[in-house]
């Protein structure tokens, strides 16, 4: 399940990953707009006879409002070996963090996650790397000249706040370019 991105903010998103890999060392390449999301729960590989369960647990999303969601500092992930460089999103109000919690707890409940108490970092990845990338936050600049070669620092964007208002249930399909989503249901947030 995932948190569909307005297009304008997709595009911009996009727009500053393929400045910012310019910049990077090693092989990086910027994800192209279409493709960008925020994953609330991560489902895996299901059969497809459970796609009709899955979606009517997530159907609850309907009853959330629009989510307003800033733009934050660039980070590396995983921690351990990032290979991803991703976007912090903040939601001041906490509507993201709790329909993430709902969205979990139904999808646990219908037997489709086994754990819906993993920790909820909001992100959207816009940029992937071969081998492992920095493993420095982004924007954080080397403690000392030895620690540089592995610390490549990217500048945070300059990127306005925006209204997400969708949640979409999507289907990876693997690819030479890396995957592509393929909307198998959406729910429009629009909840009180």
């Not at 910049?23 to 960008?36: I, K």
Request: charged share 20%; net charge positive; with cysteine.
């Amino acid at each position: 399940m995932a948190l569909a991105l307005p297009a304008a903010a997709a595009e911009r998103l996009a727009a500053w990953g393929r400045g910012v890999v310019r910049g990077l060392p090693g092989r990086a390449r910027a994800l192209p707009a279409d493709t960008l999301h925020m994953t609330l729960v991560f489902i895996g590989e299901r059969p497809a006879r459970e796609v009709d369960t899955i979606a009517a647990a997530c159907s609850i999303a309907s009853a959330w409002p629009r989510i307003s969601l800033s733009p934050g500092e660039p980070v590396w992930l995983p921690p351990r070996r990032p290979r991803v460089l991703a976007i912090e999103l903040s939601d001041p109000a906490g509507a993201l963090c709790a329909l993430q919690a709902a969205l979990a707890a139904r999808l646990a409940a219908a037997g489709v996650i086994s754990d819906a108490g993993r920790p909820f970092r909001p992100h959207v990845s816009v940029a992937r790397t071969r081998g492992t990338a920095p493993r420095r936050p982004a924007r954080r600049p080397p403690a000392d000249a030895a620690s540089e070669s592995r610390a490549a620092t990217v500048p945070a964007p300059a990127l306005e706040p925006f209204e997400a208002d969708a949640v979409a249930l999507l289907r990876s399909l693997p690819g030479a370019g890396g995957p592509r989503y393929l909307p198998l249901a959406t729910f429009a947030l629009t909840g009180p």
